[in-house]
Structures are given as C-alpha cells and as structure tokens.
T-cell receptor, first 116, second 113 residues
C-alpha cells in the first residue's frame, strides 16, 4: 500500500531554534498534504493544508509565520517550526490523500518534537 | 463544519468480549467517515471507511462499522477483543471532496486478560 514517511522520527531542540520536519510520499505523488499536531493523550488537530507549488492554507489560530510549510515537489512537504518554545513540544503528523478522487489518507509515523 | 463526537475516553473490555466504540458525526453534506487506530508513538492506520457505498463496512483485524444516517452514527464493533486490540481509536469525518479530516477525541481501549 501507499507509504508516507517522516523525518526525523524524534528531535530535541533548544528554545529559540528552528526545526524542520519532512514528510514524503514514497510511492505516489501528492499535490496536497496535511499537517497535524497531537498533544499527549489528545486528538489530532489539523494545522494546515500543504499545496504543491502554492501557499499553504492554515487553520484558524495557527500562526503561519511560526509554522512554515513548503511543498516544493509532488512527494515532499516540509514543516519548519521557527523560534521554537517549550509549548511547541508535540507530536507532529502528516498525511497525504491517494489521488484527488480517493478520500482515504495515508499517515506518516509522526515526529516527536521536544523543545527544552 | 463537520465534527465528530466520541464519548468515553477510556474503554475497558475483557479479552474475548465485544468491542463497541461509539461515534456520532455532524456534517452539512453527505459525509465520508473513517476509523483509525494508533499505537503508541506511531501514526494512524486506517481500519475502515464509509464513502457512500454499503452502510455496513468491514475493515481490518475483524472490525466493522455501520453507517446510520438517521442516527448520524458510525459505531465501531468487533465481536471478540484480542490483546493486540489495545490502542487508541479515532473516528474521523470529511465532507466529500475537500479531504480535510475532523477527528474525534479518541478512545483508549484497554483489553483485560
């Protein structure tokens, strides 16, 4: 089946630094990808929709200048957490739908970010 | 906007007993509905989906769910729980065509030997 990978699987960074998380569709092309964050023992909250070749669409309340999204190719989207703070510590998960007419999404394994 | 309600954050079930996880949705248009399972520190795996075909949907690992429009429900069941079913389960809805998923709060299933 379709596979979505994320890198790194976990990262620890110091407060004030920036961290980049990659999301790749390994055996299919994805013009759209989605980024979620999940706090411990909570549900997934959609942060933004990443669109290949155009600007990302952010959900209400998500700071676009803090969470930079780039979707430069049909198989890669990146999320950069800028000037990270401890409250940004979370589990970040990406997903990609398999084609425009397929409503099933494939999820990456997630990235655990810890900001110290 | 679409939304999902899952009641009871923790669900305990004896091994071999029925697993029942309830999901109610709200959507302004005919919805597509999904159940996902998440194991610790992992991403989500699709259990099953409803996309306007048969109302009784069978998924992986012996799970099934029934779409009931009159009750706006999509409850997940498995006749006999196995220890490997211990995980977090999420119900999700998308309004056909936009691919944006709204998740319920999840159910943490604990299987008691």
């Amino acid at each position: 089946g379709a596979v979505v990978s994320q890198h790194p699987s976990w990262v620890i960074c110091k407060s004030g630094t920036s961290v980049k998380i990659e999301c790749r569709s390994l055996d299919f092309q994805a013009t759209t990808m989605f980024w979620y964050r999940q706090f411990p023992k909570q549900s997934l909250m959609l942060m933004a929709t990443s669109n290949e070749g155009s600007k990302a669409t952010y959900e209400q309340g998500v700071e676009k200048d803090k969470f930079l999204i780039n979707h430069a190719s049909l198989t890669l989207s990146t999320l950069t957490v800028t000037s990270a703070h401890p409250e940004d510590s979370s589990f970040y998960i990406c997903s990609a739908p398999l084609g425009a007419s397929r409503y099933e999404q494939y999820f990456g394994p997630g990235t655990r970010l810890t900001v110290t | 906007a679409q939304s999902v309600t899952q009641l009871g954050s923790h669900v305990s079930v004896s091994e071999g007993a029925l697993v029942l996880l309830r999901c109610n949705y709200s959507s302004s248009v005919p919805p597509y509905l999904f159940w996902y399972v998440q194991y610790p520190n992992q991403g989500l795996q699709l259990l099953l989906k409803y996309t306007s075909a048969a109302t009784l949907v069978k998924g992986i690992n012996g799970f099934e769910a029934e779409f009931k429009k009159s009750e706006t429900s999509f409850h997940l069941t498995k006749p006999s729980a196995h220890m490997s079913d211990a995980a977090e389960y999420f119900c999700a809805v998308t309004e056909g065509g936009n691919n944006r998923l709204a998740f319920g709060k999840g159910n943490q299933v604990v299987v008691i030997p």
